[in-house]
């Protein structure tokens, strides 16, 4: 599966700084391949702080720091040329959206926690990132009926070919991509959602209107992301990941979605319970008994 109208990593647009900085540390030797030679626009009405950040968050996507510890505010002076005010901008909106965190008396680091998505009868994953002051926003690449792929119409119970609605977007937190998705909509239920919909809101709650949904087949399996899926969720092809399979099904126990999603093996965990008798499911699908979590580690 390609993405023939993937999103391309930003590039920085330039601003003004008031007050370079005159004398700062040098930067250290092994100084990361993603800010080598990067020179900052100081006649955009884009703020340097801005530009500084964006670049701070491709090194933390893309580089692999020691311990996870991150550049000093004097090193990051160094490696723009900007002042200890503008750096200290920056990195305090990195931190806001979680991506460093601070450590008094230590220094700064990259916040390598992930993120536990936990399966039960809801997959109600977009409210679990908003519970946790983490709030999930999406990037649609593609909202359009197009002939359903053929292992997915296997799926779907449609045949080869038949046009389904097909939507393709990016998951991020704190401007990070935390997943890119492929679903397929059976066509008795594609005409329920709108694109306006699908910039917004979970898939599941807005099917959940017109199709009571039972029960869902999961399969996880660790990959690594390669170039293409490299390129769109932002880091290197030889990252791992976790790809998950998923067929939802309605009631009546026919299929209503299916699809793909690729999770950077840093961001994201995947939990769930396994009932192991038929007295333990209600207490299972209510989120008590055994858990157990998946993960890609790179």
């Known amino acids: ?18 007050a370079p900085a005159a004398s700062a540390p040098p930067a250290r030797a092994e100084a990361p391949v993603a800010a080598e030679g990067i020179a900052l626009d100081r006649d955009s009405a884009l703020p340097l702080y801005a530009q500084v950040k964006r670049r701070l968050q491709a090194i933390i996507q893309t580089e692999s720091l020691p311990d996870g510890r991150f550049y000093s505010d004097q090193e990051v002076c160094a490696m723009f040329g900007v002042s200890r005010f503008t750096v200290r901008q920056a990195i305090q909106e990195l931190v806001a959206q979680g991506l460093l965190r601070r450590v008094q008396g230590q220094g700064t680091f990259v916040n390598t926690d992930k993120f536990d998505e936990i399966f039960g009868p809801q997959m109600d994953f977009q409210h679990q990132w908003e519970r946790r002051g983490r709030p999930l ?57 709108t694109r306006p919909e699908a910039l917004q809101h979970s898939l599941l709650d807005l099917l959940s209107r017109r ?18 899926m490299g390129r769109l969720l932002g880091v290197p092809p030889n990252s791992a990941m976790m790809v998950r ?18 999770s950077p093996g840093k961001s994201v965990r995947h939990s769930f319970t396994v009932a192991l008798s038929g007295a333990d499911f209600n207490a299972a699908s209510a989120g008590t008994g055994h858990q157990m979590t998946v993960e890609a580690a790179d």
Not at 1 to 18: N, S, V
Not at 211 to 228: C, D, F, I, Q, Y
């Open 137 to 193: 926003s999406f990037r649609l690449h593609r909202f359009a009926l197009l002939p359903c792929p053929e292992d997915m119409a296997f799926h779907l119970g449609v045949g080869a070919g038949q046009k389904v609605l097909h939507i393709e977007r990016e998951r991020q937190s704190g401007g990070v991509a935390i997943s890119y998705d492929y679903r397929y909509i059976h066509p008795d239920f594609g005409g329920s959602i």
């Open 211 to 228: 199709v009571v949904l039972s029960h869902a087949h999961n399969r996880l399996e660790a990959a690594l992301a390669g170039p293409e």
């Open 1 to 18: 599966m390609t993405a023939t109208d993937a999103p391309k990593r930003p590039h920085g647009l330039p601003g003004r700084d008031a």
């Open 245 to 262: 399979e998923l067929v939802y099904f309605g009631k009546d126990g026919l299929p209503a979605m299916a699809g793909r999603s690729y």
